[in-house]
Nanobody
Framework: VQLQASGGGLVQAAGSLRLSCAAS????????IGWFRHFPGKEREGLAC????????YYSESVKGRFTISRNNARNTVFLQMNSLKREDTAVYYCATVLCRRTSYSNDYYFPDGGYWGQGTLVTVSS
């Protein structure tokens, strides 16, 4: 499975940006996809995820109401629409295959599933 993240760039505060995560390879359409971001010196933060089966979504509190995750199954691509961007949203954003559900062994929706990651895409929000 390969994931290709794209769509990052420079945007002004209060603006919008849409990230894409294109999946390819055998069984790639069976995985839930999550978006993460990484601030230098901090742990990676899970933002949102979407299931492969029924499109169920989950959002972290830090982005709920501003970010929307969606999936185009025909294109095997997951999108992260980011609105009302703030300077503190500046980070490298990644997509990855995750469970996107609770299990008997973890309440972490962003628990890795398969360990597939896209390369990062840099989002810079200017004031």
């Amino acid at each position: 499975v390969q994931l290709q993240a794209s769509g990052g760039g420079l945007v002004q505060a209060a603006g919008s940006l849409r990230l894409s995560c294109a999946a390819s390879g055998p069984t790639s359409d069976t995985y839930a996809i999550g978006w993460f971001r990484h601030f230098p010196g901090k742990e990676r933060e899970g933002l949102a995820c979407i299931s492969s089966s029924d499109g169920t979504t989950y959002y972290s509190e830090s982005v709920k109401g501003r970010f929307t995750i969606s999936r185009n199954n025909a294109r095997n691509t997951v999108f992260l629409q980011m609105n009302s961007l703030k300077r503190e949203d500046t980070a490298v954003y990644y997509c990855a295959t995750v469970l996107c559900r609770r299990t008997s062994y973890s309440n972490d929706y962003y628990f890795p599933d398969g360990g597939y990651w896209g390369q990062g895409t840099l989002v810079t929000v200017s004031s």
